[in-house]
Each structure stands twice: as C-alpha cells, then as structure tokens.
C-alpha cells in the first residue's frame, strides 16, 4: 500500500536478507532473497524462472508512484 503499510518497505530489502513466512498451522519458513528489480506491471516472467524442488517465492508490489511493480525473489 502506498499509505506506508504492508509491503511499503520492501525497497529497503536486499540480496541475502532473510524474509520469514508463517503458515496459518503456525509452521515457520525461511527463505533468502537471491534476486530484485523493478519492472513493468504487465511482465509476469518472473513466475516462469527455474524450478527445482526446494521452496521459492516472489514477492510483487508496485512501486511508491504505481507506475512499475517491484518483484523480490527468494528461496
């Protein structure tokens, strides 16, 4: 959101920055952000990248004047 609420500080995130994730049975995941850039909100390409078995997830929002959306990648 643009009003500094969910999301509003994943610009400050970086390469190897840990984000943590808790399902709703209260099971604690860990991942590493191996990857960030900005791009256009119509480039969905990002969900296409190399699968392999261990968890991954993206993390898409846009940008602070909505003109682009920000994707942070992590595993």
Known sequence: YCNGKLFSNNNKLQKGDKIFITTTNGNKREYTIYDKFITTDED??????????????????????????LVILAK
């Not at 390409?45 to 993390?59: F, G, H, V």
């Open 44 to 69: 969905i390409s990002y969900l296409e990248r190399n699968k392999t078995n261990e968890p991954q997830i993206a993390l898409s929002t846009c940008t602070n004047n909505e003109e682009k959306r």
